[in-house]
Structures are given as C-alpha cells and as structure tokens.
C-alpha cells in the first residue's frame, strides 16, 4: 500500500498522459442497467431461500416508552413471524461519517417516525399489515418542545468572528438588517432505503442501500456488537443519497438483528412514509443577515446568525453560514449558531449541508444591499471579492469567482435586464437574478487498488455510485493513466471487501476516490517502467503500448504476470495552507404572474469553476441536478411538521413538491471554466454536485424581486407568499 | 394492505349485488389502492367493473355527450368533441395528474376520488371522514390544503378533483344505476354532499349506486372557457384553488358567466351572486375586483388557509380578464373560445 499525504501541489500528471480520456464527456457505464431496470438494487438483488420480509413499525407518540404490543389485532394475519425488538436497533441513521453507532433507544421513543419494532412476516404484504395493524400501547412523557419555535432546550455557540464587528457595522454607512426562513427538507432519493441482512456464522453480510461503506461498516459492527471483520456491505448501485444514506439507517440494523434472531435472511425496505418519518431531514432554518458598507459599495460588515433544530443527541447542526465566512471581505465578521432541541425527526446532511439553506439568505440579502447602494448585484458581488480567506487568513487554492459572474453576466444577457419591475409579457413580471455559488471543498482519506494484467486493468475499491458517475469516472482515470481504451479497464465498487475509499458525500467522492485511484495506476506505471527499464518520468502510455528509453513493447506482452498496486490519499498540509472550494455564479430568468403569483423559471446559467473537469457529462448532469435542487428551494420544497406533536405531515411525493419536469426550464445552460486547482489532490479536481445546488435558489428568488419589484424573505415562493409580497409592494 | 375479496363482474346487475357499506367499487384503481395499502381505505371486498359493457364510450346525444364512466381521462381529454365544444373540461383533466395516471383512472374514479387532508392520509390522526367519531387533527394542524367554504367543525378537507370543477361550470349531470336497475340522473352540483357531521359520507350515492355516465348538455354558443389552475409547482400537484370560467360577451357586456371553484371547498364550489354581479355588465378590473371581493367574502377557517381567499379573489380575477379578453391568454394557460 502506498500512502500519500497532500503536502504540497503535485505535478498535472493528467495533462501529460495524452490519451485524451480525462474530461471526455462518456455516457456512464451503469446509464444501460439503471435505464432498463436491470441494475440490481438492494431490494432487487435475488432472494435468498427462506428469506423473511421485515417492516418497521413507527411511534405515534411524540416521547415515552414502549410498554407492550397488543397482537390481537393481527391474530388474522397469515404469515406474520415475529415483532423483533432489540437493544441494538437505532433510533435513526447514524450521521455522516460518525463511524460508530447512534442512538439505540430501547424501548423509548424519542419522536413521533421513530421506528420502535419490526414486524417480521413470510411476505413483504404480511408484515406491512402488521406493521400498520399491530396496537402499541405507551407511557406517554412530556416531549418539551416540538417544534423549532417552542423548543425544550437551545445551544447558543461562541460566535465566530474576525476583525471587530460591532465597530465595523457601528460605522457602516449603508446596511441590512434582514430576516430569512427556510423550511425543513428531505431527500427524496429515487430508490428508498432498503437492507438485505443474511449470517454466515457470526460474519453478516448486508446488501444494503449506503453512500460511505467504510464508515458504514464500523456502524453497523457498532451497533451489533460484533467485530468490524465481521461485517460486508453490499452497495453496487445506489437509487440516489443526497446525504440521507450517509450513515448506517434503521432498516440496516433491524435486519441483521432480526435476520440473526431468526436464523434466516430478512430484507426490509422502507415504504416511502418511513423514509419521510425517520431518515435525517434538513433542518428548518431561521437567518439574520447583516450586511454593512460604504456609501461606494465596499463592504465593511458581515453577520450571519442561524438557528436551526435537531434531537437531542444528534451532533449535527445544518452550517448554515459555511459559505458566508468565505466569499466576501469585511473589516469585521461574526458568525453565530444557535441549535433548538426539539422531539421530533431528527436532522442531519441533505445535499450541500449548509451552503444549500444558508446562501439563499446570504445571497439574497446582499441584493437587497445592492439594491440600497443602487449597485448593480454583479458589480457589488466583483468589488467585494477578498484577496484572502477573511475569517482564516488562508489563501484561495484556486478561484474563478469573478471570472464567473463576469462571463456568465455576458453570456446572460444581464446588462439588458432593466430596472426592477419594468419588464411586462401579458400578465406576466420578467425578472433576472444573479448569485454567487460556493462550496467548500474537501479530500477524505481514500484507498484503491488497480490491477493491470497485459493490457487489461481492473479499479477495486468500496467507493460508491449514488449515480453520480463513479463507476465511469475512475475508469477513465485508470485508463488514462495506463494508456488504454476505458473498455479495457473493468471497474468494481460498493463492496467492503475492497480497499475502504472516502464514500460518496460532501461532493469529495471523485476527488478522493479518484485520487487514490490515480496513485494506484501512477505506482503501476511506475513499475511498467522499471520493467521497460526507463524513468518514470520518460515513459509514455498510449493505446496499449508502453515506450521509454528507446524502447516500445505492447503491455499485453510486457505485463505478463498481474501487476497489482494500492494507494491511499488523505488531506496534509496543503488543506492548511491554502482554502480551497469551488466557486461559480448562477443566473436565473423568471416570469411572475401578477394575478396568480405563480413563478415559472425561463431559463438558467450556471458558470462554475470546479477544478479540473473528469467527465465533462456526468459533471454536467450534476451541477444541473445541483441547479433543480436550488429551483425547488427557491420555489417548492417545504417539508411541513405539526406543531403539536412534531409529527412529518407531508409524508410523501405528492406533498413535498421537489421540482417536476415542467418546473425545469429547457433552457438551462451549464459552463465549465478551466481550472487546475492544484492544492486540492493530484488530480486537481474539486466537488462539483453540491456547488450546483448552492447559491441557485438565491438567484430565482433575487430574479423574482427584480420581476415585481417586491422582496420576500421566506423560502419557498409559492403563489400565497408571492401574493402576499406583492399587495405588501401595493 | 388488508387482504379483501376480488369480484369481477360482467354484468351490471351482478356489480351491485356485491356492492354494499363494506365494499368498493374499482376501476382504475389510481387513489383508491394507494389508500389500501396503507389502510385508509380497508374494504372487505373490491368490486371490478371494468369488464362491464357499455360504460366506456363517449356518446352523441343529439347536441350532448353520453360520457361512460369508464371512459378514461386521457380518452376524455383528447376527444375531438370534448376538444372542440367542452375544451374547458379536456383542460381541466390535463391540469390534473401525469400522462401515466390518466391513462388509468376514469370519468367515475375521478369524480370519487378522495381528499388529500394529510391527516385522512394518516392514520395515527385523528379524522372523521376516515375514521367517524375520532375527530379532527386538521383542526389546529398544518393545514394549507385544507377548504376555504362549505367546511363543517367535522371536516375542513377540500375536493381535489379538476375534472370536477369543470363538470360543475359545464352543469353536467352525473348519471347513476341503483340496485334495483333504475337509472335518475343527478345535477353536479347536488351529486356532493357536505360534511355536516358526517363527513366520511361524501355524495349522495347509497352504496350499491353504480355512477354510469357523466350527461354533458350542448356547448353554448359563443362563450369562452378557461380553467385557472393555481399549484405549487408548475405540474402534478393538486390544486391550492383553481377557477373554471365560461363568459359569453356581447355588445361589450357579459351575457353569461357560469363559474366554478376547486379545491376550496368539500365538493366543486359555486356561488351564483358572483354570476349575477357579472351579468349585463361591461367587463373591467373594478367589476372582477368587485366580484373577487364578494366571492371570498367569508372568514377561513383555519389560520393556514387565509391565504387561499386573497389568492382566489386574484385567481378569479385573472380568469375573469382572460375569459373577456382584458388580458391575453398566457402560457401555459387554458382557454379556449366556442364559435358563436
């Protein structure tokens, strides 16, 4: 094994190899098998012989305990096995990355969605009978808060600060005091959560449906009991995480525990209700941004406070203000959190934690600055742009911020916009917005292996595809690297037995995974060199044919025996000397009616700088799926709680509104900026996925107080808050 | 899913005899099954009546149409008579839904479907119409989709159904088979009740009533139709209210307005003061303000859909402006002119 630490900037090895293979836009390699519902997903994989179907049974009891089980009710029920319960079950998934187990409740509730038992039958329909059917009875307590605005506890953090804030916006000539709100969100992946636990003596195997296999398994071993050595997870294909299968869920553990209860093989999948009532939602945040400056537009003060919710024991806090502490100068900056404790579905990371909330109030509160100074949006974003990292001191590893808002602006046709309010198509208000997109970016410790046999290679390692395109991406950069065609190197991921790589999440997943990825096939290259008998450095690969030093041998010869390499990547120096994050501006058109106040977006462009770009399609596809995730927090997306008990009341897809097909303009235009960000790893690349998203939703909502000339300040516009602002503007 | 007893049937008379309180008929199964499985609905027995003859065509009658029941929405929406002489209605339909779901559920289905209270959809809540006797958790809940008029201290859920709405504007008339085989025929606005304090009980049908038939009378000449759809997203979401207009203007004035609202009310919604304030009048923004302002007159009853009666009045008014030509038509807007 090869361990690399990013120390220093490395050579742009990638730019050398010639093949051509790196940024090319291939369609993915799994795009057939998820298209003709061939690809087999954890509940799709075949079933073991007397394989039992789990479902879990939800609490309807905001706290309390479980005092018993009343089956009477489900006496009727052919079928049904057992209702497992267990110390070991969880209470909800584990947080990204935790590594260890979460919450194992017992037999208290601690939210209403909590899963308290599972039911156990001969079919999936038998158990989902018994499920709904089965009497709990309970000892109530009081939950002492349910709701973020009448919370039983708050943790109010040390403000994070430079400079001196209260001087600079004591001083402030212009300012904006504003506050935002945006509502709770969930997922909503594709394919619900779902495990297939079967023992093998005291090892289990789990096919199951996780983003971070490395971290999933000390989960899972965790909250079992047992040895990490005894635990595979099978993760082949994903139907989509967005963060909520990060850690190991509730599902998982139920089935290994009742599927060793048992003595048999038990799947459980999550109907769509469970995945609403008890996978980590996004918290519900509420935002005061201010914003002091100079009469000329120079910004001279920054504050940012949240306050978001989550159950107790739940570490997790939504960072909101990530983004807000690093895209702008100031002389003082201060920064301030505040977390509700409430009984009720606990929260954790949906796509682009923090970045995704926390810009729509950032971004859109530094327009209503912009509209104070009387400054054009793109103007005050450019004059505001810091030489450094203002909270850190850090240098920017790379960023084409500027670059982005001035060529997008171009491209978008921003200088013809008009004043706000002043263009008119029927009843219907055109506006256009803009926001700046940010996102940290991250390298999470990562390990590969590559096999090269003649001119044939294979890449194991436990990364995941939750569709994002990892199967193809480190295919190309094996076969970029090994000078062969991409068909030629075979690709094996989701799968613990393999080298443990950092996981899909954080938008790191290609970065990191493809860094030791790379290392691996750089040691091969390394040692097909040694074997040609040149330097590394004079070796050249291309179309399977291996030349240094004068000589030229095809590697179906020169490879006769298996070369086997594995390398490992984690952050070093670089991630302290340097900050690094993509950085990109969005750009939305919309057209608001002024009856209805319905809000159709027209079109949108987003210019990113993201490093340097693996698969210029899958790239593509994520930073527009990053963009229709923003459109439907600017517009749709608003997961709604009772007050009373805490209980998630939109339950499902026809509730909570993602964007639909005709949400999404076809006019929607995603521009790559070249960029090497050679502090990030030795590809360098950076995330991308989660950049798409950040800032979007801020530029349609900025868009719509162009068209109407009417602000409004809590996320989503639907049609009764956009009227509501518009008989406010009169 | 509770397990029930399947029965097909071939013939209509032996449909009704296997209906009855603890049975449901199906046909394109598109709400109905969702609510089975996860036990709104638990009916002892499922009767299928898509093999039946004769519901399934739509039928000249001199001047109306004869809709069979188990005409399917897309059949209904497409139809080049529907298209050309009752284009509100093919409008109204393709506002609801997605492309897959009309190609199952049909005229009858449509017109029963059930509400989408969230606490009906729950059954750890409380709800009188799912559940007689246990409540209303909607009361005091979240409550945005909830009904601006006609509501009960019982029940405050709304009608989802667009095809509905445009029925009522249109004055059709459902078409029914009782046990015994004797067929009457019921206007639309009496085919639903109220909640009153009953709200599980939701049209006038008794329960071995079979709907056959939905009686479109003759488009009238010269209006124009448009159906206003209000959502929270561009397509497939219900309704937050929605405004099914048919104008005729003549020498400068309304000659006749027939008006119908959705998703505001237990069942369409109706209210012939606002018609008669339109009547001989020249259409103008004062006129439709005025009209808006006397439509959402009354008090919400529930916080979390106040906002439902600012954005009627505002929905009828740009209804209004479209059906009398003060506005053009935007896009995606559904309206549509009857030659004269």
């Known amino acids: 094994m090869k361990d690399f630490t990013m120390d220093e900037a490395q050579p742009r090895l990638l730019d050398q190899t010639g093949m051509g293979i790196i940024g090319k836009p291939l369609p993915r390699r799994d795009g057939k098998l998820k298209v003709s519902g061939t690809a087999p997903y954890a509940a799709d994989t075949p079933h073991p012989a007397r394989m039992a179907h789990g479902v879990l049974v939800r609490a309807t009891i905001p706290r309390g305990r479980v005092a018993g089980f009343d089956r009477a009710g489900i006496a009727d029920i052919d079928g049904v096995i057992e209702i497992v319960t267990d110390a070991r079950l969880s209470r909800n998934p584990t947080q990204g990355m935790a590594g260890e187990a979460t919450v194992q409740p017992g037999d208290e509730v601690h939210y209403h969605g909590q899963p308290i038992a599972l039911v156990v039958a001969e079919t999936f329909e038998a158990a989902r009978d018994a499920a709904q059917r089965l009497t709990v009875r309970y000892e109530t307590t009081d939950p002492g808060g349910v709701s973020p605005d009448k919370p039983k506890d708050t943790e109010i953090a040390d403000p994070e600060t430079a400079g001196d804030f209260d001087a600079a916006w004591g001083a402030a000539e212009v300012k904006v005091d504003l506050e935002f709100t945006t509502p709770s969100h969930v997922s909503a992946a594709m394919e619900p959560h779902a495990a297939l636990a079967e023992w093998d003596g005291d090892r289990v195997t789990l096919k199951g449906s996780q983003q971070m296999l490395r971290f999933n398994r000390n989960e899972l071993a965790d909250s079992l009991g047992i040895d990490p050595s005894k635990v595979r997870i099978l993760s082949p294909y994903i139907g989509g995480g967005f963060g909520s299968k990060l850690g190991i869920g509730p599902e998982a553990v139920a089935a290994c525990v009742a599927a060793e209860k048992l003595g048999r093989p038990v799947r459980v999948v999550m109907p769509r209700q469970t995945v609403f009532d008890s996978v980590l ?108 990292n203002p909270m850190t001191g850090q240098p920017y590893s790379a960023r084409r911020l500027a670059d982005c808002l001035t060529e997008g602006a171009a491209a978008f046709g921003w200088a013809d916009r008009g004043a706000p309010g002043s263009r008119r198509e029927g009843d219907w208000l055109i506006g256009m917005g803009v926001a700046s997109a940010a996102r940290s970016n991250m390298l999470v410790k990562s390990a590969s292996r590559v096999r090269l046999h003649g001119a044939h290679a294979v890449v194991e390692t436990d990364m995941t595809d939750i569709g994002t395109g990892s199967y193809t991406i480190l295919g190309q950069i094996a076969a970029e690297m090994l000078g062969l065609p991409v068909d030629a190197v075979e690709v094996r991921l989701g799968d613990t037995d393999l080298p443990g790589a950092s996981g899909s999440g954080g938008s790191f997943g290609a970065s990191s995974a493809g860094s030791s990825t790379f290392l691996a096939a750089k040691e091969i290259r390394e040692r097909i060199a040694e074997k040609l008998g040149c330097a590394a450095d004079d070796l050249t690969l291309n179309d399977g044919i291996a030349r240094g030093g004068n000589i030229e041998k095809p590697l179906a010869e020169l490879v006769d025996t298996e070369i086997v390499a ?121 995330g991308i996925g989660e950049l798409g998203i950040s800032g979007a939703g801020a530029a349609i909502f900025n868009a719509i107080a162009h068209a109407t000339g009417a602000r409004l300040h809590d996320y989503p516009a639907t049609p009764d808050k956009v009227i509501a602002a518009l008989e406010a503007r009169g | 899913m509770r397990s029930f007893d399947f029965h097909q049937s071939g013939e209509i008379g032996d449909a009704a005899g296997a209906l009855g309180r603890e049975a449901a008929i199906i046909a394109g199964g598109t709400n109905l099954l969702d609510l089975m499985k996860i036990q709104v609905m638990t009916p002892e027995r499922l009767v299928d009546i898509t093999r039946l003859d004769g519901l399934s065509a739509i039928e000249a009658d001199g001047e109306n149409l004869r809709i069979g029941a188990l005409v399917t929405n897309t059949h209904l929406a497409g139809d080049s008579r529907i298209r050309a002489g009752w284009p509100l209605l093919s409008r109204a339909i393709l506002a609801g839904a997605s492309a897959q779901i009309r190609n199952k559920a049909t005229t009858g289905g449509n017109l029963l479907q059930r509400t989408r209270c969230p606490y009906f959809y729950d059954t750890s809540q409380a709800c009188n119409k799912r559940a007689p006797g246990t409540g209303c958790a909607a009361q005091g809940g979240a409550g945005r989709m909830l009904a601006l008029f006609g509501t009960s201290p019982d029940c405050l859920a709304a009608h989802p159904s667009d095809m509905a709405t445009a029925l009522t504007a249109l004055q059709a008339s459902v078409e029914i088979r009782a046990a015994s085989g004797e067929i009457r025929t019921v206007p639309m606005h009496e085919f639903y009740r109220g909640p009153g304090d009953s709200p599980d009980i939701e049209t006038v049908l008794a329960p071995d009533d079979i709907v056959t038939a939905v009686l479109l009378p003759a488009p009238r000449a010269g209006t124009k139709q448009t159906y206003r759809k209000v959502r929270d997203r561009a397509s497939y979401a219900f309704a937050l209210v929605s405004v099914a207009a048919i104008v005729k203007v003549e020498d400068g004035r309304i000659a006749e307005a027939s008006l119908a609202y959705g998703s505001i009310a237990p069942h369409p919604w109706m209210n012939h003061a606002v018609e008669e304030m339109l009547v001989g009048q020249a259409p103008s923004d004062d006129l439709f303000a005025r009209a808006g302002e006397a439509l959402t007159a009354a008090p919400a009853p529930h916080p979390d859909t106040e906002y439902k009666r600012p954005l009627l009045r505002r929905t009828l008014i740009a209804a209004l402006r479209e059906a009398t030509g003060l506005s053009e038509s935007a896009h995606g807007v559904d309206t549509a002119r009857i030659p004269a």
């Open chain 1, 281 to 388: 939602r996004r918290s519900e945040t509420r935002q005061r941004v201010r914003f002091g400056a100079t009469r000329d537009g120079r910004i001279t003060a920054i504050s940012h406070d949240d306050t978001v919710s989550n159950l107790d024991g739940e570490s997790f806090a939504e960072p909101t203000t990530q983004a807000s502490q690093f895209l702008y100068g100031a002389d003082g900056l201060s920064f301030t959190q505040t977390v509700a404790r409430i009984s009720a579905t606990p929260a954790g990371s949906v796509r682009a934690p923090g970045e995704a909330v926390g810009m729509l109030a950032f971004e859109a509160a530094l327009d209503e600055l912009a509209d104070k100074l009387g400054m054009d949006p793109v103007d005050l974003r450019l004059k505001n742009l810091p030489e450094k």
């Open chain 1, 566 to 686: 594995e390398a490992s990547i984690e952050g070093g120096k670089t991630a302290e000397s340097h900050f690094s994050a993509g950085f990109g501006a969005h750009f939305a058109e919309v057209a608001v009616n002024e009856w209805t106040g319905e809000v159709r977006v027209r079109r949108m462009l987003g210019v990113m700088a993201m490093g340097r770009i693996l698969n210029e399609k899958t790239a593509r596809s994520q930073a527009i799926g990053g963009m229709v995730w923003g459109l439907g927090s600017a517009l749709t997306e608003d997961m709604q709680m009772d007050r009373r008990d805490g209980h998630v009341v939109t339950r499902d897809l026809a509730n909570y509104h993602v964007a639909s097909h005709l949400d999404v303009p076809s006019d929607m235009v995603v521009t790559f900026l070249e960029e090497r960000d050679d502090m990030a790893n030795p590809i360098q690349s950076k």
